[in-house]
């Protein structure tokens, strides 16, 4: 090769020879059955190659694409067709990455591997790959699944299948629900919705108008943070589209349906979620300020909103502020308001000065020579003669830092505590409402904390009028919102606890209460990293057992995973008071959850736990009857020797296959049930048929559990 010239990247060959081993085993598990060796062995080798390089780095991460797997996009073994297929076979099942972690077992290998084995209409079915994985319980391997595309609503029919389109609006809604589970073909039939500015119209105004009662009491059914976050998913370069498509839709509606979702519910919520104020930057800030106008009651209720509604359409525009301002007061004119209305509103939104209570002046006489002596002291002359003293030289590095934002904003916060009857505390709050997300934004978790703390003991005074604790608690609301809370969770993984940002974040946590349940739930349904979504289930087990309600009020939600993580929280409490919402997630329609809510009983010390893991021996699936029945040897419920018993006959209304029957007969060699013996030496007795594996299962288990009951001591 020619000196200087340049040459093309090359995958490590390590990284290759992973690639390779996991090709090989690959094939061995499709060829040999279950009980072969060959498997296992191919299977300890890569494992054993890719602990060795998870030594050096946090995880290994392979590309997919249909033609082949790339490292650090670099394409490896290209044309070959052995991890062509391979590699198709993952591109096939959504996968868009693969990630390897620490502490990969032989068993996670294999967990991974066989999933190439499953349908893909099955895996599309159980919620995709990684949900595949999560029910086998592999947490070192994690996948990317490919994001859904930007449908055009002009395809064929036949191609989307033989719905009518555009769908009517209650089918609108059942799809918006449908997308939430996760499946990739709801997910795109909802952005197909989204595209479509005429279904978007019909389903905003059905859901508003269409039951022919209060408007008001149907606006929390619009599900427009979902539609948004549905935008938000989709490739970069069709989010706007997207976000332009809804915020027309709005646009389109009839001038008090429109305030309506703008004031009361677009604009507030906007302010704690990126996607919805992604729609908000789409809309026209003309058309919204004569919109809000229109609406203007005489009243200090309605001018207080309205002044809400231009501060938040002002920090989420993409327009300047004196642009939102200006259109604002152009719109008040319009409307007929007298310049001083206008002024007056104009102010409400922006006060341009803060009126702080004159401090009352000491008469003349206190001030002795003394006072005046030490004001002297502090001249800039006199600092020679100070530098001995600790106070001043701490009192000169703080002038020497300087005043921060956050020093501004927990000033702001002290001012609205402490004038919390006064005439300037509108003023004061609505300067807060603008600056107080900026804490958490820069990592001045500390700050955010004691603001908190200040707002929440405000609240707590008897004497604070009605009004102004709403709005003390949307002060206090605000430092709740997703991404806000999102930070704080990730700050709490990248610091140590010792430290003051860890500490700080600890304290805001602790402040918020239930107000930080929902939104740090939702992080927790979108995160895509297993490590992650680990630590926020560590987070909220924590908080979990001051806010039992919190969490339980959310087992209804339609996302199964959503309700699963619900149900693991509920179970770290180890309290009886989540008993009520673990019996309704029992009776769960999907049987992860129902999976999820046997392993939560099993941690909670009760009586009615034990009743009711009984009962999930009836669960039509057969894993669930599995567990449900190893949990209760394993804790010795001695009460469920009889229900036992029947699953083991295969009698009762669940599933009797043959692996939860063998299970139960364990469990009851576990519990040492002498009085099962005789049961149990019939099974032992049983010669079973040729070509019968079950029988020779059930054989084989019975017979330890009669040998573990006469080791304990049960009838010989």
């Keep these: 090769m ?27 598990v499709m060829l040999y059955p279950g009980g072969s060796s060959i498997p296992k062995e191919n299977a300890t080798q890569a494992a054993a190659m890719l602990g060795n390089l998870l030594r050096t780095v946090a995880d290994l991460r392979f590309g997919v694409q249909k033609d082949g797997l790339t490292y650090e996009g670099i394409m490896m073994f290209p044309g070959q067709p052995a991890f062509e297929a391979f590699a198709r076979d993952l591109y096939n099942r959504g996968l868009a990455e693969v990630r390897f972690h620490s502490g990969v077992t032989v068993s996670d290998v294999l967990a991974f591997l066989g999933m190439l084995m499953v349908p893909i209409a099955e895996l599309a079915a159980a919620g995709g790959v990684e949900s595949h994985l999560w029910d086998l319980g592999v947490d070192t391997i994690t996948v990317k699944e490919a994001s859904t595309r930007l449908v055009d609503s002009a395809i064929p029919l036949s191609e989307e299948g033989e719905e009518p389109w555009p769908p009517p609006p209650a089918r609108v809604a059942e799809i918006i629900q449908a997308s939430m589970g996760g499946r990739p073909r709801d997910q795109r039939m909802l952005v197909r919705v989204l595209g479509d500015a005429g279904a978007m119209h019909a389903y905003l105004m059905e859901t508003l108008t269409g039951r022919g009662e209060d408007t008001r009491a149907y606006l929390a059914d619009l599900k427009l943070a979902e539609l948004a976050r549905a935008a938000m998913r989709e490739p970069r370069e069709n989010r706007a589209a997207l976000f332009k498509a809804i915020a027309q839709a709005i646009e389109g509606l009839d001038p008090d349906l429109k305030r309506l979702v703008l004031g009361d519910k677009l604009l507030p919520d906007a302010r704690t979620d990126d996607a919805l104020a992604s729609v908000v930057r789409q809309l026209d800030i003309d058309e919204v300020c004569r919109t809000l106008v229109e609406g203007l009651a005489d009243d200090a209720a309605s001018i207080d909103g309205l002044a809400r509604a231009i501060r938040n359409l002002a920090l989420m525009s993409l327009a300047e502020r004196e642009r939102v301002m200006d259109s604002f007061g152009s719109a008040l004119a319009e409307a007929g308001h007298s310049p001083e209305t206008v002024h007056s509103l104009l102010e409400a939104v922006s006060p341009s000065q803060l009126q702080v209570r004159e401090r009352i002046q000491a008469p003349a006489e206190e001030h002795g020579v003394d006072s005046i002596l030490k004001l002297v002291d502090l001249a800039p002359g006199a600092q020679v003669r ?40 509108e003023s004061i709050a609505a300067l807060l409402d603008d600056s107080i997300g900026l804490l958490i934004e820069r990592g001045d978790f500390t700050v955010a904390a004691d603001v908190a703390e200040a707002l929440a003991a405000t609240l707590e005074s008897p004497e604070l009028a009605q009004e102004r604790r709403y709005r003390l608690e949307s002060l206090l609301s605000a430092m709740a919102g997703r991404n806000d809370l999102a930070a704080v969770a990730g700050a709490m993984r990248n610091f140590a606890p010792e430290t003051p940002e860890y500490v700080g974040c600890t304290r805001l946590l602790d ?19 297993r490590t992650a979504r680990k630590a926020l289930v560590d987070l909220l087990s924590d908080m979990s057992e001051q806010h039992v309600d919190g969490f339980a009020k ?3 939600d339609p996302r199964w995973f959503f309700v699963r993580n619900v149900v693991g929280i509920l179970g770290a409490t180890r309290r009886s008071g989540a008993l009520p919402a673990l019996g309704r997630t029992l009776r769960h329609n999907d049987e992860r959850v129902r999976r999820e809510t046997i392993r939560a009983l099993a941690r909670i010390p009760d009586r009615l736990s034990h009743e009711m ?25 001695r009460g469920a020797v009889g229900a036992l018993e029947q699953v083991a006959k295969g009698e009762g209304r669940g599933n009797r296959e043959t692996g939860p029957r063998a299970e139960a007969i364990e469990s009851l060699g576990r519990l040492g049930a002498a009085e099962s013996l005789p049961l149990l030496e019939a099974f032992a007795g049983r010669r079973p048929l040729i070509g019968r594996s079950s029988a020779r299962e059930l054989k084989a288990a019975a017979e330890q559990a009669i040998a573990r009951i006469k080791s304990q001591g049960g009838a010989s």
């Design 613 to 637: 893991l009984m009962a999930a021996l009836d669960d039509v699936d057969a894993q669930n009857v599995q567990l449900a029945a190893r949990q209760l040897g394993a804790l010795q419920v």
């Design 2 to 28: 020619t000196r200087g010239a340049k040459q093309s990247p090359t995958v490590p060959p390590p990284i290759e020879g992973v690639f390779k081993q996991l090709v090989i085993t690959m094939k061995a």
């Design 554 to 556: 959310h087992v209804t």
């Design 511 to 529: 402040t918020l209460g239930e107000l930080a349940v929902d939104p740090l739930l939702e992080v927790l349904a979108d995160e895509p990293d």
């Design 386 to 425: 100070q530098r001995d003293d600790s106070g001043f030289v701490a009192l000169q590095e703080e002038a020497r830092r300087g005043i921060t934002d956050g020093d501004v904003v927990a000033a702001l916060a002290t001012l609205v505590s402490v004038d919390s009857r006064g005439a300037s505390f």
